[in-house]
Nanobody, 123 residues
Framework: QVQLVESGGGLVQAGGSLRLSCAASGRTLSVNTMGWFRQAPGKEREFVAF????????YYADSVEGRFTISRDYAKNTVYLQMDSLKPEDIAVYYC????????????????WGQGTQVTVSS
């Protein structure tokens, strides 16, 4: 099992920045890809970004490309999501997820999930 704990959510004004963290513990050697997803009220959970654990390759949803940056600290078993130029449409609960597969962006391809952290953007 892999346990994931997110932190860093909060309230920010439009145009501002937040950095989310996701600390992984447990059987982390089984993890190939770490991802961030988000779920807005009344909407499906959607992919935001992923990073491959060992090589650091990244991939982003079109809606966040150029504004969000995913990174990882291999020694700390922690993944980050730097969110800049935040917009009201970024309001959601953000979830960290871990997959035993590589280069995956569909939620059913992820095996472990954190509890989520709320991001609110005021206009």
């Amino acid at each position: 099992q892999v346990q994931l704990v997110e932190s860093g959510g909060g309230l920010v004004q439009a145009g501002g920045s937040l950095r989310l963290s996701c600390a992984a513990s447990g059987r982390t050697l089984s993890v190939n890809t770490m991802g961030w997803f988000r779920q807005a009220p009344g909407k499906e959970r959607e992919f935001v970004a992923f990073i491959t654990w060992r090589t650091g390759a990244t991939y982003y949803a079109d809606s966040v490309e150029g504004r969000f940056t995913i990174s990882r600290d291999y020694a700390k078993n922690t993944v980050y999501l730097q969110m800049d130029s935040l917009k009201p449409e970024d309001i959601a609960v953000y979830y960290c997820a871990a997959s035993r597969s590589g280069y995956v962006s569909r939620k059913y391809e992820y095996d472990y999930w954190g509890q989520g952290t709320q991001v609110t953007v005021s206009s």
